[in-house]
């Protein structure tokens, strides 16, 4: 009989695959492309499944210089607002394929993909509430700035604690 509190080896390796892709999803919703530049970083380090994700040395520098410009794009006027659909739809997508592409062995794509989808939701939400409404101030830009490293500590993060993946192939 296990102790109490406890956790099965596989179990827990289970639900490190499914935190890891709440995680990745969350990122997604906080700030998308510093999502996809993790999976691009994670892809070259051998944590990801398949060969779906690029991981060379070209897509880390799209991919990151991407997220940078994404981060700058959102401190200017115009920039759209992270709700409407479009821009939510391609986040819950990110959400889903990071689940797919950093989930452990053991974990279920079905359950992993709600677990990034899900992360997208609350990041996407709870980032807009926590910034707030305005991001054409010093105090709004502030926060941004805030949001935008949580995003960027989170993905590190993230992409430490994914498992590295059978037959992956040493960092390119």
Not at 8 to 17: C, E, H, I, T, W
Not at 60 to 77: C, I, N, S
Not at 114 to 133: C, K
Request: glycine share 14%; aromatic share 4%.
């Amino acid at each position: 009989m296990p102790k109490a509190g406890h956790v099965p080896r596989g179990k827990a390796s289970k639900m490190q695959g499914y935190a890891t892709s709440f995680g990745l999803g969350f990122v997604a919703g906080m700030r998308n492309m510093t999502a996809c530049a993790a999976l691009a970083w994670a892809a070259s380090e051998g944590r990801t499944r398949g060969n779906l994700i690029p991981g060379g040395p070209g897509a880390r520098t799209l991919a990151t210089a991407a997220a940078v410009a994404e981060m700058a794009g959102d401190k200017m006027p115009f920039a759209p607002d992270r709700r409407i659909p479009a821009s939510f739809a391609f986040r819950l997508a990110v959400g889903a394929v990071g689940r797919w592409a950093l989930a452990g062995r053991r974990a279920s794509p079905e359950t992993g993909a709600l677990a990034g989808m899900a992360g997208a939701i609350a990041g996407t939400l709870l980032g807009r509430a926590a910034r707030g409404p305005d991001s054409r101030t010093s105090p709004g830009r502030a926060k941004g700035l805030a949001k935008d490293a949580a995003a960027v500590g989170l993905a590190i993060l993230v992409v430490s604690s994914a498992e590295r993946h059978a037959g992956a192939s040493s960092p390119r």
